[in-house]
């Protein structure tokens, strides 16, 4: 019971802090202006407002049987009412109007109602409270006459109910005012912490950090930045170490190569070659993988532009990009993502006869779709050509003369932008990769 209950109100409650806090702050002062509202509602202005109404009906019950018993001072009487209560009485022998003045939701309108008809019955009386500003009509039957009464609304409810509730109300909206501002300039640097980690999170180097707000946040702020920077200084630490030993090992494997050259073995120098050739790729690979942990300032893409200027570059008739002329504009590093298109694009040319390219805008994300029409990859091993160094030998690879690093290249590019990558079977036989990246 608790646990459905517990899991409901997660359900309805806000999920951001400043609304949370909001209602920590603004719940209780509502919650108590209601009680309050309730309280003089209930037991101060409907009784105060009964016991008008009540002494005003009283009145014209009085006036009804001196005017039964005694007519011929029926003026003085009329007189004395309206100088001295402000009342304006006429009498006359008209009929009751058909259609009922009364409003069925107002207060005033339930009590006199309540009133007129205990003292005078069903039938023998009728009002309207809304046809003049200040006054209310009332009409009594006696007997053959109708005796007409216009009298003051005050006398029917009381007014002080509207400064109470203004009152009431405007310090308290005040107070939540006030309570926006503040919590506004509080959660505002949990804002810019929680964007410059998923900055961080997706790759930018955040340097322009600075470090607001109260004591707990500014420690927590202060203790990211100290964690972004090892992390960053970790990376370009081994980013810098595989692109050294990358570059030391070539000058060996070019001595090795021109010593080879004079070898008179051709057999020999042959196979030994073909060792190197494989070696220089392999150190090709990791300088390639080096380079995608190096900085790249993240800038404003244009995604049919780029796709457009990877088409020309390969310069290639099998290379077939389906531009629909979409607007799909985004923040990333343009160059790591050119890098990972063209991997999977060079892969479809190499194994397959043509490679299909097509963009589209959804709901907060671009996709991009690859396919060729080459032999594929098993669906069992979808999830291994992501390790790095993992290769397939059969079927295909997409490093099937590297080290196994393409897709995990491709996959860390596209992660560390907020996205991921699908892979399937195209509609051509194929290979099919599907990329989402974050607008």
């Given at each position: 019971?608790?646990?459905?209950?517990?899991?409901?109100?997660?359900?309805?409650?806000?999920?951001?802090?400043?609304?949370r806090?909001?209602?920590?702050?603004?719940?209780?002062?509502?919650?108590?202006?209601?009680i309050?509202?309730?309280?003089?509602?209930?037991s101060?202005?409907?009784?105060?407002?009964?016991?008008?109404?009540?002494?005003?009906?009283?009145?014209?019950?009085?006036?009804?049987?001196?005017?039964?018993?005694?007519?011929?001072?029926?003026?003085?009487?009329?007189?004395?009412?309206?100088?001295?209560?402000?009342?304006?009485?006429?009498?006359?022998?008209?009929?009751?109007?058909?259609?009922?003045?009364?409003?069925?939701?107002?207060?005033?309108?339930?009590?006199?109602?309540?009133?007129?008809?205990?003292?005078?019955?069903?039938?023998?009386?009728?009002?309207?409270?809304?046809?003049?500003?200040?006054?209310?009509?009332?009409?009594?039957?006696?007997?053959?006459?109708?005796?007409?009464?216009?009298?003051?609304?005050?006398?029917?409810s009381?007014?002080?109910?509207?400064?109470?509730?203004?009152?009431?109300?405007?310090?308290?909206?005040?107070?939540?005012?006030?309570?926006?501002?503040?919590?506004?300039?509080?959660?505002?640097?949990?804002?810019?912490?929680?964007k410059?980690?998923?900055?961080?999170?997706?790759?930018?180097?955040?340097?322009?950090?600075?470090?607001?707000?109260?004591?707990?946040?500014?420690?927590?702020?202060?203790?990211?930045?100290?964690?972004?920077k090892?992390?960053?200084?970790?990376?370009?630490q081994?980013?810098?170490?595989?692109?050294?030993?990358?570059?030391?090992?070539?000058?060996?494997?070019?001595?090795?190569?021109?010593?080879?050259?004079?070898?008179?073995?051709k057999?020999?120098?042959?196979?030994?070659?073909?060792?190197?050739?494989?070696?220089?790729?392999?150190?090709?690979?990791?300088?390639?993988?080096?380079?995608?942990?190096?900085?790249?300032?993240t800038?404003?893409?244009?995604?049919?532009?780029?796709?457009?200027?990877?088409?020309?570059?390969?310069?290639?008739?099998?290379?077939?990009?389906?531009?629909?002329?979409?607007?799909?504009?985004?923040?990333?590093?343009?160059?790591?993502?050119k890098?990972?298109?063209?991997?999977?694009?060079?892969?479809?040319?190499?194994?397959?006869?043509?490679?299909?390219?097509?963009?589209?805008?959804g709901?907060?994300?671009?996709?991009?779709?690859?396919?060729?029409?080459?032999?594929?990859?098993?669906?069992?091993q979808?999830?291994?050509?992501?390790?790095?160094?993992?290769?397939?030998?059969?079927?295909r690879?997409?490093?099937?003369?590297?080290?196994?690093?393409?897709?995990?290249?491709?996959?860390?590019?596209i992660?560390?932008?907020?996205?991921?990558?699908?892979?399937?079977?195209s509609?051509?036989?194929?290979?099919?990769?599907?990329?989402?990246?974050?607008?």
């Amino acid at each position: 019971m608790f646990s459905g209950l517990n899991k409901f109100l997660k359900y309805i409650l806000p999920k951001r802090l400043f609304y949370r806090a909001l209602i920590i702050v603004a719940a209780p002062t509502i919650i108590l202006q209601i009680i309050i509202t309730i309280v003089f509602y209930d037991s101060v202005w409907i009784k105060a407002n009964k016991n008008i109404t009540r002494s005003l009906v009283n009145q014209l019950k009085t006036i009804e049987e001196i005017y039964q018993n005694d007519k011929k001072n029926l003026d003085f009487f009329t007189d004395s009412y309206k100088n001295n209560f402000n009342f304006e009485i006429g009498i006359n022998q008209e009929i009751f109007p058909e259609n009922s003045g009364e409003r069925k939701f107002s207060p005033m309108d339930r009590s006199l109602r309540r009133e007129l008809k205990s003292v005078f019955g069903n039938n023998n009386y009728w009002f309207n409270t809304s046809k003049f500003k200040n006054a209310v009509e009332i009409k009594i039957r006696s007997g053959n006459d109708v005796i007409e009464f216009l009298v003051p609304k005050d006398t029917v409810s009381t007014s002080s109910v509207r400064l109470f509730l203004l009152w009431t109300t405007l310090p308290s909206l005040v107070l939540v005012i006030i309570a926006l501002i503040f919590l506004k300039n509080q959660t505002k640097p949990l804002v810019k912490l929680a964007k410059a980690a998923e900055r961080f999170g997706k790759g930018d180097y955040v340097n322009d950090f600075r470090a607001s707000g109260s004591q707990e946040i500014r420690k927590a702020a202060f203790e990211f930045d100290r964690m972004a920077k090892r992390i960053n200084r970790h990376l370009n630490q081994r980013a810098e170490m595989l692109s050294g030993i990358s570059h030391d090992l070539r000058t060996p494997l070019t001595r090795l190569k021109l010593q080879l050259a004079f070898l008179k073995q051709k057999e020999i120098s042959e196979k030994m070659s073909r060792d190197i050739d494989e070696m220089e790729r392999m150190l090709n690979d990791y300088l390639q993988f080096a380079k995608t942990q190096t900085q790249e300032t993240t800038t404003e893409i244009d995604l049919d532009n780029l796709l457009i200027s990877i088409k020309n570059n390969f310069n290639n008739d099998r290379l077939i990009y389906e531009s629909n002329n979409q607007i799909i504009e985004f923040k990333g590093r343009q160059t790591a993502l050119k890098r990972s298109f063209e991997n999977i694009i060079q892969n479809g040319l190499t194994y397959g006869n043509k490679v299909y390219v097509k963009a589209q805008k959804g709901n907060k994300k671009a996709l991009i779709v690859i396919e060729d029409d080459g032999p594929g990859i098993p669906e069992n091993q979808y999830k291994n050509v992501f390790k790095p160094f993992f290769r397939l030998d059969k079927s295909r690879s997409l490093n099937q003369s590297g080290v196994g690093l393409g897709l995990a290249i491709v996959e860390d590019i596209i992660n560390s932008h907020g996205g991921n990558i699908q892979l399937g079977k195209s509609k051509f036989n194929g290979l099919q990769v599907k990329i989402f990246l974050p607008l």
